[in-house]
């Protein structure tokens, strides 16, 4: 049974930081691809950025340059470091991790004031 347990939500200002931290009880993790997430009020699930193994990174355009995934392999933990916030990317985060399927973890609230 894969669990993901996401911690680091919470209420911030705008331009405000904060750092999301996911970890993964599985041993195949630093095989798999991991992502962030996030839904807001009223609107789809969107994701947010990935990791393809230990380099490859994809963020959507709206948070580029603001946000930067990573991964700790040994402590099988993936990271989301997200600075100048905006009320824009409050929302619930999700951590997910695909190897073979998609796993998910259960959200972590980020809300942004304005």
């Known amino acids: 049974q894969v669990q993901l347990v996401e911690s680091g939500g919470g209420l911030v200002q705008t331009g405000g930081s904060l750092r999301l931290s996911c970890v993964a009880s599985?041993?195949?993790?630093?095989?798999?691809?991991v992502a962030w997430h996030r839904q807001a009020p009223g609107k789809e699930r969107e994701l947010v950025a990935n990791?393809?193994?230990?380099?490859?990174?994809n963020y959507r355009d709206s948070v580029r340059g603001r946000f930067t995934i990573s991964r700790d392999n040994a402590k099988k933990t993936v990271y989301l470091q997200m600075n100048s916030l905006t009320p824009d990317d409050t929302g619930v985060y999700y951590c997910?991790?695909?190897?073979?399927?998609?796993?998910w973890g259960q959200g972590t609230q980020v809300t942004v004031s304005s």
């Open positions: 997910a991790l695909t190897w073979n399927r998609t796993y």
């Open positions: 990791m393809i193994g230990n380099s490859r990174k």
């Open positions: 599985v041993n195949i993790f630093s095989h798999a691809t």
